[in-house]
T-cell receptor, first 111, second 113 residues
Framework: DAKTTQPNSMESNEEEPVHLPCNHSTISGTDYIHWYRQLPSQGPEYVIH???SNVNNRMASLAIAEDRKSSTLILHRATLRDAAVYYC????????????FGGGTRLMVKP | DGGITQSPKYLFRKEGQNVTLSCEQNLNHDAMYWYRQDPGQGLRLIYY???????QKGDIAEGYSVSREKKESFPLTVTSAQKNPTAFYLCASSIEVFTYEQYFGPGTRLTVT
């Protein structure tokens, strides 16, 4: 199974951009990169996903390295409500694997 | 509003008792899932269901059972055979089992003493 590596925790100041890194050096050509986040005492929520190209949506941007061995989730202006655990997950579109959640990165946002 | 509901939010049981956790969705999704989360850990898949009357074991199915008699409902029973049942249980659904976006419920925190 392809695995991801994320820092355990990161800090950011409110209204500043946040770059959350994820390494996935064993990624295969059919693995999609997904990001979910989990606010305290809640279920996870989908943030964004991509395969090769950078992706943008209303919540965040996903920057994928050219060799696909790493990616970065970008929150353009962090708010206090963005404090959560962010999970970077690989899903093999061909194998139909379920989402496998690792430990994630705990993002703390300071006012 | 469409979504997933789990009830109750907190549940307390004595050791040796079976307990059933409720999960209902009105999103018209075919696929449903149960995950377990322990403090400071990621989620682990217990069971999933692709369609009514069908379900498959996930990574940690031992000590758990499920049913899928209706599209909207996917209850999870934590049996007395589950050695460490105290955890946060999350239900999710998706349009199909292999689609990218799963919608999660608010979770049920089960404490067994």
């Amino acid at each position: 199974d392809a695995k991801t590596t994320q820092p355990n925790s990161m800090e950011s100041n409110e209204e500043e951009p946040v770059h959350l890194p994820c390494n996935h050096s064993t990624i295969s050509g059919t693995d999609y990169i997904h990001w979910y986040r989990q606010l305290p005492s809640q279920g996870p929520e989908y943030v964004i996903h991509g395969l090769t190209s950078n992706v943008n949506n209303r919540m965040a941007s996903l920057a994928i390295a050219e060799d696909r061995k790493s990616s970065t989730l970008i929150l353009h202006r962090a708010t206090l409500r963005d404090a959560a655990v962010y999970y970077c997950i690989l899903r093999d579109d061909n194998a139909g694997n379920m989402l496998t959640f690792g430990g994630g990165t705990r993002l703390m946002v300071k006012p | 509003d469409g979504g997933i509901t789990q009830s109750p939010k907190y549940l307390f049981r004595k050791e040796g008792q079976n307990v059933t956790l409720s999960c209902e969705q009105n999103l018209n999704h075919d696929a449903m899932y149960w995950y377990r989360q322990d403090p400071g850990q990621g989620l682990r898949l217990i069971y999933y269901s692709q369609i009514v009357n069908d379900f498959q074991k996930g990574d940690i199915a031992e000590g758990y059972s499920v049913s899928r008699e209706k599209k909207e409902s996917f209850p999870l029973t934590v049996t007395s055979a589950q050695k460490n049942p105290t955890a946060f249980y999350l239900c999710a659904s998706s349009i199909e089992v292999f689609t990218y976006e799963q919608y999660f419920g608010p979770g049920t925190r089960l404490t067994v003493t």
